[in-house]
C-alpha cells in the first residue's frame, strides 16, 4: 500500500470535559469516508469518549492547561487511533486494564475504559510513563455497508 492509499488526521484540545463530545464527532465523521456501520460509529465514538475521558481525568487531573492529542489514520478498510496525553502516567498499565480498576474511586468512576476500549477494538495497547503521559493505541476494521449489503 502506498502512501497515497493513506489518510490521516491529527487533532489537539485542551484537556477540559467539554471537548470529549467534540472529539467524538470529528473522529466520527473522519471515518465515515469509509462507510461504517452505526454500530461501528458508535463502537469508535465509545472508544474515543473513553481514552479521552481517562486523559482529562486522570492525566491531568481535569487541568485545561493539558492537551490531549488525537491522530486517526485510515489505511485500506483499517482505522488507527492513538489518543495521548503527557500527563501523569499510569504507575501499573496491567493494573489499570482490570474491569472495575480505578484509581479514582471518589469519583464513582466505573473503571471499565480500558475493558471497553479493548472490546470494542480489533488492537489495543496503552504504553504510559510516570510523569511522561499516557498513549493509547487502538486499531479496528471497518466492513463498510456497501459490502454487507453486496
Known amino acids: 500500500m502506498n502512501q497515497t492509499d493513506r489518510n490521516f488526521m491529527t487533532l489537539q484540545f485542551a484537556a477540559k470535559s467539554e471537548n470529549e463530545s467534540f472529539a467524538r464527532v470529528t473522529v466520527a465523521a473522519f471515518v465515515s469516508q469509509l462507510d461504517?456501520?452505526?454500530?461501528?460509529?458508535?463502537?469508535?465514538k465509545t472508544v474515543v469518549s473513553e481514552a479521552v475521558t481517562n486523559s482529562i481525568i486522570h492525566g491531568y487531573d481535569e487541568d485545561p492547561a493539558g492537551i490531549?492529542?488525537?491522530t486517526a489514520s485510515?489505511?485500506?478498510d483499517t482505522v488507527t487511533l492513538v489518543v495521548e496525553d503527557k500527563g501523569h502516567g499510569i504507575e501499573d498499565v496491567e493494573l489499570a486494564k482490570q474491569p472495575l480498576f480505578t484509581s479514582k474511586?471518589?469519583?464513582e468512576r466505573s473503571g471499565m475504559g480500558f475493558t471497553i476500549m479493548e472490546n470494542f477494538m480489533?488492537?489495543?495497547?496503552?504504553a504510559s510513563e510516570i510523569g511522561g503521559g499516557?498513549?493509547?493505541r487502538m486499531k479496528k476494521r471497518i466492513v463498510s455497508k456497501k459490502?454487507?449489503?453486496n
Open 36 to 44: 461504517p456501520t452505526m454500530d461501528e460509529i458508535t463502537d469508535l
Open 122 to 126: 480489533d488492537e489495543f495497547d496503552v
Open 68 to 70: 490531549v492529542t488525537i
Open 134 to 136: 499516557t498513549s493509547i
Open 74 to 76: 485510515i489505511e485500506g
Open 147 to 149: 459490502a454487507l449489503y
Open 105 to 107: 474511586p471518589e469519583l
